[in-house]
């Protein structure tokens, strides 16, 4: 799914990684002798590349350029030090560099409001974002590109066929990367998003295409395994489905690696353990590449005032009562300093960025479909109709004959339930450890002790709710990821 190639002039050097596309032999990694046009042809092409890709960019006596493309499957986190630029997918591998914590990024977590940009959680650690290029001469200087402009939506011609155009536009997402059917497994969560990928890639390459999930715990959890079962019943999926249980495997277990130390990225699935597992066995099956419904959720987001959202976020915000001083500071400037608009909504990219590097860990490559262009101009033009309750994935699992059931669930599933019993049995012991030894949020002033105190007695003593309760998981995850990260 991956090559990398390098070439040079005799003076300049570009070395490219980049995801590979259909119709092109792999490239050899050898480096390769250009002249100097071709050089700058080659580099130019690259930045036209139709998928994810890093461009490298060497030359004596002139700054490092490093540029990434506009579809990106993983992250790239930047450091530097004694004049040397350092990078990785995986943030553990720049750990090294972190030299504190960023208070404007922290406290986006905290209150459970990511926003794509440079930032990380980490000062001396930086994210260069989609089509952004990092100039490194000694000092690090990442510089955005210029926004995407996105089309809105318009009104239906006669006979417009939009579930032909979705499952057009799903095949052409496909179609970018040379997926082998056989060495491919598709997320199939019960969730729209996912299910309408996944059965139109199963109706694509019939039995091939195995499946893999985890299941939730909850009101949920009868519905979500009768709705997979009817789908991988009526569609021709691949033999195999890969299913984690989480009943009884609760977050932040003795054997979470957050709980025993180990250097865990922040931005890492927060269902570290259960994802590894399940990634372990769609590797143990021969996969190579993992086909996800993330992005869906943007695809038929309603409304496209991001200033607004961003307000209507920090309405509630306050209310954390365990947010320290300086976070509720900084709350004023969360939406500062972010990436401009892309073709891919900052939720998704940052999504994508989640669950990339468990992925990578396991030899097994990303594709998420719903990030494609094809799919996302889809949605930009769709009428309200249309994305109203995502009657655009509803409609087109209808196509295969399932069941107002299979289509339209009633309960949700989630992990909510998964949450709430592990903050209760796992979670606060983790969060009295914070209260008796202390934190280096607290010594930031990110968090107020007196706050996560009560907050703390009232978790133990009266009902959990959802909100704001369920956001203490990212107390915990950020607090873990600060004291690995800055020991």
């Excluded at 440079?118 to 001469?137: H, N, P, S, V």
């Excluded at 339930?417 to 934190?439: A, H």
Aim: charged content about 25%.
């Amino acid at each position: 799914m991956v090559e990398q190639l390098a070439a040079t002039d005799g003076i300049r050097t570009a070395i490219i990684v980049r995801e590979r596309v259909p119709g092109r032999a792999p490239v050899s990694p050898a480096p390769v002798r250009v002249a100097a046009g071709d050089l700058d042809e080659i580099a130019a092409q690259t930045r036209r590349w139709p998928v994810d890709h890093v461009l490298v960019e060497v030359a004596p006596r002139r700054p490092v350029r490093v540029t990434v493309g506009a579809d990106r499957s993983t992250p790239l986190f930047l450091a530097h030090r004694d004049s040397v630029l350092h990078g990785s997918w995986d943030m553990a591998e720049l750990a090294p560099f972190a030299t504190g914590i960023n208070p404007r990024e922290a406290t986006r977590l905290l209150i459970y409001q990511p926003r794509y940009s440079t930032e990380t959680a980490f000062t001396g650690i930086y994210r260069l974002t989609e089509r952004a290029t990092a100039t490194f001469g000694g000092d690090l200087v990442i510089s955005y590109p210029e926004p995407v402009v996105h089309a809105e939506p318009r009104e239906l011609v006669d006979g417009a066929d939009v579930l032909t155009a979705f499952v057009e536009a799903i095949d052409t997402a496909l179609d970018a990367r040379p997926l082998e059917p056989a060495a491919t497994v598709c997320h199939l969560t019960g969730g729209l998003d996912s299910d309408s990928i996944g059965t139109r890639a199963a109706r694509r390459w019939p039995g091939q295409v195995d499946t893999a999930t985890l299941i939730v715990i909850g009101p949920g959890r009868e519905q979500q395994i009768r709705r997979r079962a009817e789908m991988r019943d009526r569609v021709p999926f691949g033999p195999h489905d890969l299913q984690v249980d989480t009943r009884g495997r609760l977050m932040f277990g003795p054997f979470c690696a957050r709980v025993r130390g180990d250097l865990v990225s922040p931005y890492d699935e927060p269902l570290y353990q259960h994802f590894d597992e399940l990634n372990a066995l769609i590797a143990s099956m021969g996969a190579h590449s993992v086909v996800t419904g993330l992005g869906g959720d943007e695809m038929v987001a309603i409304g496209s005032d991001e200033s607004a959202q961003a307000a209507a976020d920090r309405t509630d915000d306050s209310s954390l009562s365990w947010l320290g001083p300086r976070a509720r500071a900084a709350i004023e400037y969360v939406d500062d300093a972010i990436a401009p608009p892309a073709m891919a909504g900052g939720i998704t990219l940052l999504a994508a960025e989640t669950v990339a590097p468990p992925l990578l860990r396991a030899g097994l490559w990303p594709v998420h479909p719903f990030a494609h262009r094809a799919l996302i101009e889809l949605g930009d033009q769709l009428p309200f109709h249309w994305r109203e309750l995502k009657q655009l994935q509803r409609r087109h699992l209808g196509t295969f004959g399932l069941s107002h059931d299979a289509c339209n669930p009633e309960r949700r599933e989630s992990f909510a339930e998964l949450v709430e019993e592990s903050l209760g049995v796992n979670g606060l012991p983790l969060l009295r450890r914070i209260l008796n030894e202390g934190s280096p949020l607290i010594e930031a002033g990110l968090l107020d002790p007196d706050g996560l105190k009560t907050t703390v007695a009232a978790l133990e003593t009266e009902p959990y709710h959802e909100e704001p309760h369920s956001k203490l998981v990212e107390v915990i995850t950020l607090d873990q990821a600060v004291r690995a990260f800055l020991s």
